[in-house]
């Protein structure tokens, strides 16, 4: 009966999602829903950047993955620090955010959020600790800032917010070697509805593959 109940144990624990995970690789991908959006039809981000370079990409994005998270999230793989296990990697590309200005401050009076995010100086926070941690087991650091999306519902109001706590990341990367800041406003701006998804929020598999490929552009030349 024993020996039972430690297997059930460990099914459902697999089940939940807390089963040993790949710790080590070439390019891992964590985040939020602008990373994980079309993962159902083999054309998200991640994806993108694996046949774009032709090597090994794990992607742990989650749709509501955020970078400060309570214990529940957490165990319902929503908190992004949490999708960077211990081991090592060649390239960990991330992004984040936007989940947690949205729930704890409604995108409105976000100051002190965005500072336990990345503070003034640009070098603490949960954001510059994340990327310490990367660099730290080797790896080389995209931080994939957000696009603007006008019509969206879901985070109205959130992107000057957004823009003040990427011109922060931005600085953090410029000073850090390994570590670079991509602005998808360079690639997918304001206009380009064509590229998001009926929500007018996430990327369409077009706007998946943009981003995937200049993603990918950056790591080609930094490799």
Avoid at 48 to 54: F, K, P, Q, R, S
Avoid at 58 to 86: C, E, F, K, V
Avoid at 176 to 183: A, E, I, N, R
Avoid at 211 to 216: C, E, N
Wanted: with cysteine.
């Amino acid at each position: 009966m024993r020996l039972f109940l430690i297997a059930a144990l460990f099914s459902a624990l697999a089940a939940c999602g807390v089963a040993p995970r790949q710790q080590a690789g070439d390019i891992l991908v964590i985040g939020d829903s602008v990373f994980a959006w079309n993962r159902s039809s083999g054309q998200d981000v991640g994806r993108v950047i694996e046949m774009e370079l032709n090597r090994d990409v794990t992607s742990r994005a989650r749709l509501g993955a955020q970078l400060q998270s309570g214990r529940l999230a957490s165990l319902g793989g929503l908190s992004i620090p949490d999708q960077l296990t211990s081991g090592s990697w060649s390239w960990v590309v991330m992004n984040g955010g936007a989940n947690d200005l949205a729930r704890a401050c409604g995108c409105q009076r976000c100051d002190g959020v965005i500072d336990q995010l990345i503070g003034p100086d640009a070098m603490t926070g949960a954001i510059p600790d994340l990327i310490s941690r990367a660099r730290n087991q080797g790896a080389q650091v995209i931080w994939a800032g957000y696009y603007e999306a006008p019509a969206s519902r879901s985070f109205a109001g959130c992107h000057p917010w957004l823009v003040t706590m990427e011109q922060r990341i931005a600085r953090y990367a410029a000073a850090k070697p390994g570590v670079y800041f991509m602005d998808i406003e360079d690639v997918i701006d304001a206009t380009a509805s064509h590229l998001l998804a009926p929500d007018r929020t996430h990327p369409n598999s077009t706007g998946s593959a943009v981003i995937g490929r200049f993603i990918a552009t950056r790591i080609i030349a930094e490799s």
